[in-house]
């Protein structure tokens, strides 16, 4: 992982097209802003996470799914 230290309004920039600016610091709390392609993605990591469960579990076939394939009803 790379730690880097920023201040208020600096930025980092991730592959040319990706910048993270430090829009502003209070106590514990970084408001951080994104600017990035329409095409990328960009998810607070709790909303990433939830979107993987919910596309793994469509994907799992259900118990009925796997009964159905087997032969069994």
């Not at 106590?27 to 793994?56: M, Q, S, T």
């Amino acid at each position: 992982m790379l730690v880097l230290s920023r201040k208020k309004n600096e930025s980092i920039v991730i592959n040319d097209d990706i910048t993270i600016v430090v829009v502003e610091i209070r106590g514990d709390k970084v408001r951080l802003g994104v600017e990035a392609p329409k095409e990328v993605p960009v998810h607070r990591r709790e909303v990433f996470d939830a979107i993987r469960r919910n596309e793994e579990a469509n994907k799992a076939p259900s118990k009925a799914d796997a009964a159905g394939a087997s032969g069994e009803t």
